[in-house]
């Protein structure tokens, strides 16, 4: 049998490891996919430490995937071998309850979870439900649509349902790996757009990003600066700072929403009488389907959203996945597999 390179966790709290593995046979619904590119993400901690329910190991972390068909298994007439594809978190649906197809994938215990439930993309072929695939557009590299496929989807996801219109004063907490993607789409989709960070000297980034303002936390409230440009209808929290997320809530407009998508482990504080007084909401949100994924990315090639990213060859994933998990990468780490 052929062989193939991949980069497997043997136990929880494991180190990553490079092996030799046969490369796989996709069964009747899926797709063997060649990976050219695979996004690291802080989530691939889960897999890493083990601490997702049900985590079976070796398994070979990575849902940020961009790559070609390689084979198909038997059913499958909506994918050609040749073709680019990604995939993402959304790892398929089993067609149980159709939760997966709600966007309720996250908490379908029945539905995959790319590089949890199956084996991801720290490697050089990998085997995805047929329905998890999105379809690349052939003007966005593989190293640029990987992160877009999880980061991307996310804030894009995220703020098109938010209920928020051109105009509305839409303020983005963090310029990381996601604020950074978030201040481009909010930008482009029309938004009255600001970017909060805690320095200074971010700000010539952030502004160039989209951001029409700046507000640094380090000097002064980002509440009292939001409220002085009318309040923020929406606030999408992007850095995982419970303290500094708790803030924003006094600077929403009435009837804002602050929408979390990064995931600190602290909790938030919030004062009941300031969401009722308000009529604040506040909302989290985990990714979307594939369907979202071709969303996210034909946008992002019509409006010229691009990830910042730093890549690594596969052998280093260990590296590249220290690098990043220690914050050092200041965007987005790729590993180039092929």
Avoid at 67 to 95: E, I, M
Avoid at 317 to 332: D, H, N, V
């Amino acid at each position: 049998m052929a062989k193939m390179k991949a980069i497997e966790v043997g136990k929880a709290g494991g180190e990553l490891v490079l092996v030799e593995r046969e490369i796989p046979q996709p069964a009747a619904g899926q797709v063997r996919v060649k990976v050219e590119a695979c996004g690291l993400c802080h989530s691939d901690f889960l897999v890493k430490e083990g601490h997702w329910p049900g985590l079976t190991f070796p398994r070979v972390p990575g849902h940020e995937v961009a790559g070609r068909v390689d084979a198909l298994g038997a059913g499958v007439t909506n994918w050609s071998v040749g073709q680019r594809v990604g995939v993402g978190w959304y790892g398929g649906h089993c067609t149980v309850c159709n939760a997966c197809r709600r966007g309720d994938f996250v908490l379908c215990a029945k539905g995959g979870i790319t590089g949890i439930t199956h084996d991801g993309g720290y490697q050089e072929y990998m085997i995805a439900p047929a329905q998890s695939l999105a379809a690349i557009p052939d003007d966005l590299k593989a190293e640029d649509a990987a992160p877009l496929l999880c980061a991307g989807i996310t804030v894009f996801n995220s703020m098109r349902h938010a209920g928020v219109h051109p105009g509305d004063l839409v303020a983005v907490q963090g310029v990381g790996g996601l604020g950074h993607l978030a201040l481009q789409y909010a930008s482009r989709m029309g938004f009255h757009t600001v970017a909060v960070g805690t320095t200074k000297d971010k700000e010539p980034l952030a502004r160039k990003l989209g951001a029409q303002h700046y507000i640094s936390s380090a000097e002064g409230d980002p509440a009292e600066q939001l409220q002085k440009l009318g309040g923020a209808k929406l606030v999408l929290a992007t850095a995982p700072d419970s303290k500094s997320i708790s803030k924003m809530v006094a600077g929403l407009a009435k009837n804002g929403k602050l929408l979390i998508v990064a995931a600190p482990h602290d909790e938030i504080s919030v004062s009941p009488i300031a969401l009722i007084g308000g009529r604040l909401t506040i909302q989290g949100w985990p990714s979307g389907i594939a369907t979202d994924s071709e969303d996210t990315l034909r946008f992002s090639v019509q409006t010229g959203v691009r990830p910042m990213i730093e890549t690594f060859p596969l052998e280093q994933a260990a590296e590249a996945y220290k690098y990043m998990i220690t914050g050092k990468a200041r965007f987005r780490a790729v590993l180039k597999v092929s």
